[in-house]
């Protein structure tokens, strides 16, 4: 497909509800052609949008699907990346970690592989288009910095990521970075891990959408971290750092039929 003066917008993980609250945002701007790359068919697709299908944790897969994204008559590019396994870790330790490295191999390739494996060709395509202006999105938590033991893989993995779009952003030209640190978000997924929870300071995803928008327009720095959270009377300075109140907190979360 050949677009003129176009802005693009590639969304990955996009049957989720994050990535496709974006697409239903940027599907409505003038001027944009918007992708999302999904794992599984999307039963309710966004108006607009063209999807490719691929499991981001194939590396060949995934770089024939972005190889099909022409970069013909584009202004620039926006990536945006809600994707990333979580696992709650009751006892502090991986539960799958063939690499002895302390993360789990599976929250790895879901947080780390599944970047590499959309950015990189990404990169190689933009090379040929005079290095296309690329704006790159993921997300992260805001208990990151706390290196929490219950989610360390979760963790590690996200802080990993952000050091190699700091990189990306500072050795490859005409590109920018954005690393939004969430607290609790609305989704399905998240709702269903967390049965018993109170979720009336959650964030929806359409909040995140809302509040990003703005930085992504101006973004004055190659690299930059946003922190995203509704403020809930429970929060204090010490919240992420009570590493046993917070274990036992999410084991009644995760339980059905104990919200209070």
Same mark, same amino acid.
């Given at each position: 497909?050949?677009?003129? $003066? ?8 996009? @049957?989720?509800?994050? *990535? ?14 918007? %992708? ?10 966004? #108006? ?25 008559? @584009? ?6 990346? =809600?994707?990333?396994? &979580?696992? &709650?870790?009751?006892? *502090?330790? =991986? ?9 789990? +191999? ?7 592989? @599944? ?34 033991? !219950? ?32 607290? #609790?978000?609305?989704?399905? $997924?998240?709702?269903?891990?967390? =049965? #018993?929870? +109170?979720?009336? %300071? ?26 995203? &959270? $509704?403020? &809930?009377?429970?929060?204090?300075? #010490? %919240? ?9 907190? !999410? ?10």
């Amino acid at each position: 497909m050949v677009t003129n $003066n176009k802005h693009l917008v590639i969304v990955s993980g996009s @049957t989720g509800d994050l *990535g496709r609250a974006y697409l239903e945002y940027y599907s409505k701007q003038s001027d944009t052609v918007c %992708y999302g790359l999904t794992r599984r068919e999307e039963k309710h697709p966004v #108006s607009g949008v063209t999807y490719l299908s691929s499991n981001l944790e194939d590396a060949v897969a995934t770089k024939e699907q972005i190889q099909k994204i022409s970069l013909d008559g @584009t202004t620039d590019v926006l990536l945006i990346h =809600p994707v990333g396994k &979580f696992k &709650f870790e009751a006892n *502090g330790i =991986p539960e799958i970690d063939k690499e002895q490295d302390g993360i789990d +191999d599976e929250v790895y390739r879901s947080n780390v592989d @599944t970047f590499h494996h959309v950015v990189r060709p990404l990169l190689e395509q933009r090379k040929k288009h005079n290095f296309i202006p690329l704006t790159l999105v993921a997300f992260g938590s805001l208990s990151d910095p706390y290196t929490v033991p !219950w989610w360390g893989s979760y963790t590690r993995s996200k802080l990993i990521l952000r050091e190699e779009m700091r990189t990306i952003s500072r050795i490859e030209p005409r590109i920018k970075s954005l690393f939004v640190n969430l607290s #609790s978000v609305k989704t399905k $997924n998240e709702q269903k891990t967390r =049965p #018993s929870a +109170d979720i009336r %300071y959650w964030l929806s995803p359409e909040q995140i959408v809302t509040r990003t928008i703005p930085l992504l327009e101006t973004c004055p720095l190659p690299y930059q971290e946003a922190d995203l &959270f $509704n403020p &809930f009377p429970d929060y204090h300075i #010490s %919240y992420y750092t009570e590493y046993d109140k917070l274990r036992e907190k !999410w084991i009644r979360e995760m339980k059905r039929g104990t919200q209070k």
